[in-house]
């Protein structure tokens, strides 16, 4: 009964990154704009992509081939000055490691970043969220690029990256992980998603990283795989309020609230909170499980403890120990909270993702199933996951609906055959 009629939330329920941004440019949301200067502006943003490093669309990479489309440059074949902006604009910085400037950030990503075409959702990435999500190890305030107004000093734009290492079939390579491109409502046709692109890995590529990794739900040149959102009902009368989903055929409200009904406990025995003492094997285990993939981080234990260690109402992760102190699995997922537009009683809904695991010894089925009830205890209305890694051989048990969803992955700067979902095992905010 898990199925299309029971998740209309679809591609509102990822983040948008890059080529999203670019194939949207958002332009509907200016009353004032024409058909005709959109249709302009979203034709200059295509023209800006044919003169990237990136797989056309059509082109079939041929099998073995795994490498650069253009070579890595020496510091001094590189531009050294920033790229010309149109009068009124100008680059700036912001560093979120300062309150002043996390918060400005923060406003300005919930006044413009991501709101669905009918008006009913908005995501609201929270301080603690978004520092967590820009400030990975080995980040820099140069990477978080900025375009102000120059008159009244507002941000226009902004654009993120942070150092990731990824394995490609049997490349290990450092990329960076690009993140929260917006232009502000105002500013949509003035063309600055182009320069925000070209600003940030003409940085990034005199610090001597010529790749990088995205995702996006539209599809766009570039793109080596793409992957499907899968959601699991939580809060049922809640999501039903909201609009988020609807009742299937012959299906009454407490038929479909006792169909998704979770239990109050976990059940696998050993199953607790990971602990900071946990990590190096936890990270080990995990480690193990991504080396099976074709896309795949290679994380370090401080990137691994960044990212996965527990933090209130951002991301928690969990273990089973054995009877004798081994610990044999991980599972951890993040939190994202949606604000609910123009509805009496509700204002947010607590939306989850599956993020990292590994399972050694305890069946996926049941490790997921705890993971369901503890973010059940967390509040959680929605568990969303993506059909990479085995996620498949879980979704049908745990009642996880098939949306409508699609997420792209892309690397810039990167051409090898297309890799199907079920062996990606990258995951990205």
């Known amino acids: 009964m898990a199925d299309r009629e029971q998740t209309q939330f679809d591609d509102t329920n990822k983040i948008k990154s890059i080529t999203e941004q670019i194939a949207e440019i958002n332009v509907d949301d200016a009353a004032s704009d024409s058909d005709e200067e959109a249709a302009a502006a979203s034709e200059q943003e295509w023209k800006f992509w044919r003169t990237q490093p990136v797989t056309p669309l059509g082109i079939k990479v ?21 790229y010309e902006l149109p009068d009124g604009f100008s680059w700036s910085e912001i560093n979120v490691s300062h309150d002043e400037q996390l918060k400005e950030l923060y406003t300005f990503l919930n006044e413009n970043y991501v709101e669905d075409n009918d008006n009913m959702f908005r995501f ?12 990975s190890p080995g980040w820099t305030p140069k990477w978080h690029v900025v375009i102000r107004h120059t008159e009244s000093r507002e941000i226009a734009g902004f654009y993120s990256a942070a150092p990731i290492k990824i394995k490609v079939y049997d490349k290990e390579l450092p990329m960076i992980e690009s993140n929260f491109l917006c232009v502000h409502k105002n500013f949509r046709l003035r063309r600055l998603t182009p320069k925000l692109i070209a600003e ?21 040149p570039g793109v080596v795989g793409k992957c499907l959102y899968w959601h699991r009902l939580i809060n049922v009368e809640k999501l039903l309020s909201v609009g988020f989903t609807q009742l299937g055929r012959r299906m009454t409200l407490q038929m479909m609230k006792e169909m998704y009904q ?22 080990t285990l995990l480690t193990q499980y991504l080396k099976t993939f074709d896309l795949s981080p290679v994380l370090t234990q401080e990137e691994f403890q960044y990212l996965c260690q527990n933090r ?36 947010t809904l607590n939306i989850c993702y599956l993020y990292y695991y590994a399972a050694s010894r305890t069946s996926l089925s049941d490790l997921i199933n705890d993971c369901l009830v503890e973010a059940h205890k967390s509040d959680c209305d929605v568990f969303n ?11 049908r048990q745990l009642k996880f609906g098939e949306g409508d969803g699609i997420l792209n992955y892309y690397i810039y700067n990167w051409q090898c055959p297309r890799i199907n979902s079920e062996k990606i095992g990258l995951l990205l905010l």
């Open 62 to 82: 041929a099998k073995g081939k795994n490498g650069p489309i253009e070579e890595n440059k020496h510091i001094e074949q590189l531009k050294q000055e920033p």
């Open 124 to 135: 609201d990435y929270s301080m603690p969220l978004l520092q967590w999500a820009l400030c």
């Open 200 to 220: 940030l890995y003409r940085r990034v590529n005199l610090s001597g990283i010529f790749q990088g990794v995205n995702t996006a739900g539209v599809l766009l």
């Open 262 to 283: 979770l239990p109050k406990t976990t059940r696998v025995r050993g199953f607790r909170e990971m602990r900071e003492s946990d990590i190096p094997k936890a990270l």
């Open 312 to 347: 209130p109402n951002i991301v928690r992760s969990f273990v089973v120990e054995q009877e004798n102190g081994e610990i044999t699995d991980f599972v951890s997922y993040y939190h994202l909270l949606t604000t609910v537009l123009n509805h009496q009683q509700h204002k």
């Open 385 to 395: 996951a993506l059909d990479v890694m085995d996620n498949r051989k879980f979704f």
